[in-house]
């Protein structure tokens, strides 16, 4: 059996807790690897090693740091093929949707490519009598960065990337179902030039994410996942005195304006809702269509759509979408499905006790689809990050703007429409942190930030983007007198620029 380790100080070290998890194939439900969990200890020494050298990183100049991500992207490309197929083996997604994941985060390696420009402070030359005042932007140490199962490519990157290239050490505690290609994009920045130490990758649970939370030495946290730990996470870095951005669930709504184009909004439903099997924060899990006969038109397209959908395991070139994650995770959705018809929604299409000949054992959901969904049912409230879509009937435009701006989540929401007016109204007054016009995953790109509203994210900095920089470094302003004002005597009265 193939044990995963850590990567600390350049290399593969193996676990000393004594404690592992499986990783499995979820298209088979076979163990294919034991991943180690790491101890409050295991934790520390990466933590010691990040400390030893973090301080020439930091010094190292930023066009030099920038180089070691050219050389990054350039190797994460030679090796997309297997970096993917990696990926699927252990999330499960097709091989293509893995490649997306992973261009996804190369793609934020490209943007602090910029980091000399992106670092640069401020300067105001006359801020007073032979005064000037000035701000440098300085990296914060170290961070660390604690990562979901479903993006074990984009969201690593997301993290480490802007981090390392502001001059920080990371350490990177990855979700243990695919810890595979987070300790091989380490080994990967090991070959682009980085020094050692500067990203250990430590596998492990809540305790790691535990020891992380209350290590002295780490500054800054940056988490994603579900939003009960994304709370959790923000609070105790909060009250440990760590800064943090914490990303959590979504219920991505869609509304089809009578207006929309019909067959262009069911094909971003299709692709949306059960791309990546559901699986995926920005995936859109309700559908909201604007009248009666909208409705009616939506559901009779969707329908032949989602029963031939393909589903089946990464090495199936064809499919459409895989199996969920963990057989947790199938037990889950389809409680969730169970749930939805005693509630008294009408299961239009039913995904239950989907099998595949071959991969008895695989975690597949089928394709569902529920009508006349309403919000007071757990299905509406709940994320079921599954492949099931939920259709919410609204009479006019206010009744569905109303529901995303009312539910508890504000992730990701789009709108499908040919007025204009509409898009711009809904724009200004929804809720909710990124924003589709005629477009079902608006993931923004890497020099815009990603981020939620609501209980989709605690903390106010986002993933990428300038934001990015901001929160992988501190501020530090200089007021400096050369050198003739000194010479005057001393002041007591409290400087003021009059
Ligand atoms: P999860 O919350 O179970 O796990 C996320 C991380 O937290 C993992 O590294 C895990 O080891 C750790 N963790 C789990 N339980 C913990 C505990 N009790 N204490 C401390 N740490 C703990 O999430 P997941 O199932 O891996 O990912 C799916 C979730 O992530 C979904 O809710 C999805 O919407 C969300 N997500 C959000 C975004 C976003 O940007 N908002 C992006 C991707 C995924």
Not at 192 to 204: E, F, K
Request: aromatic share 8%.
């Amino acid at each position: 059996m193939r044990e995963i380790g850590h990567f600390i100080g350049g290399k593969h070290v193996a676990g000393t807790s004594g404690r592992t998890a499986d990783v499995f194939n979820p298209a088979t439900g076979e163990v294919q690897a034991k991943v180690s969990l790491a101890s409050v200890s295991e934790i520390r020494a990466a933590v010691e090693n990040a400390k030893q050298a973090q301080p020439k990183w930091a010094a190292t100049n930023p066009q030099r740091r920038a180089r070691v991500f050219m050389k990054f992207v350039d190797l994460l490309n030679q090796n997309m093929d297997e970096l993917a197929e990696m990926l699927s083996k252990e999330h499960g997604k097709t091989v293509e949707d893995s490649k997306g994941d992973v261009i996804r985060g190369l793609e934020v390696c490209e943007f602090v490519i910029g980091i000399p420009h992106l670092s640069k402070g401020e300067f105001t030359e006359g801020a007073g009598p032979q005064i000037d005042m000035y701000s440098m932007r300085q990296p914060v140490g170290i961070g660390a960065g604690i990562t979901p199962f479903n993006f074990p490519g984009m969201i690593p990157m997301w993290m480490f990337a802007p981090a390392i290239a502001c001059g920080n050490a990371f350490i990177l505690k990855p979700s243990e179902r695919d810890p595979s290609l987070p300790m091989r994009l380490a080994e990967l920045m090991i070959e682009a030039g980085l020094p050692a130490g500067i990203l250990n990758v430590v596998n492990g649970d809540k305790a790691a994410v535990d020891a992380i939370l209350t290590d002295p030495d780490i500054g800054a946290i940056s988490f994603v996942g579900s939003t009960p730990i994304a709370r959790y996470v923000y609070g105790t870095a909060a009250m440990n005195g760590k800064r943090a951005q914490c990303f959590g669930g979504a219920k991505n709504h869609m509304i089809i304006m009578p207006d929309a184009d019909l067959d262009q909004a069911v094909n971003a439903l299709m692709g949306a809702g059960y791309g990546s099997a559901g699986e995926r924060c920005m995936a859109v899990s309700v559908a909201v269509p604007v009248g009666e006969e909208t409705a009616n038109r939506l559901v009779e397209k969707l329908i032949p759509k989602i029963e031939s959908l393909r589903i089946g395991p990464y090495t199936d070139e064809k499919a459409d979408m895989g199996p969920v994650v963990t057989k947790e995770a199938h037990a889950r959705i389809n409680g969730l499905i169970n749930r939805g018809v005693e509630e008294g929604a009408k299961l239009l299409v039913d995904g239950r006790g989907f099998k595949l000949q071959g991969y008895e054992n695989g975690y597949f959901v089928g394709g569902t689809l529920f009508d006349h969904v309403t919000p007071e049912m757990d299905i509406y409230k709940q994320e079921i990050f599954g492949p099931v879509l939920s259709v919410v009937r609204a009479h006019n435009y206010e009744e569905a703007l109303d529901l995303p701006m009312k539910h508890e989540y504000g992730n990701g929401v789009a709108i499908y429409t040919r007025d204009g007016d509409a898009a711009r109204d809904f724009a200004s007054r929804i809720n909710i942190g990124m924003i589709g016009i005629n477009v079902p995953i608006p993931v923004p790109l890497a020099y815009h930030s990603f981020g939620g509203w609501k209980a989709s994210s605690f903390g106010d900095l986002n993933q990428h983007g300038t934001d990015s920089i901001k929160f992988w470094t501190k501020t530090k302003t200089i007021t400096a007198r050369w050198p003739s004002g000194i010479k005057d005597g001393a002041e007591f009265v409290m400087p003021t620029m009059k």
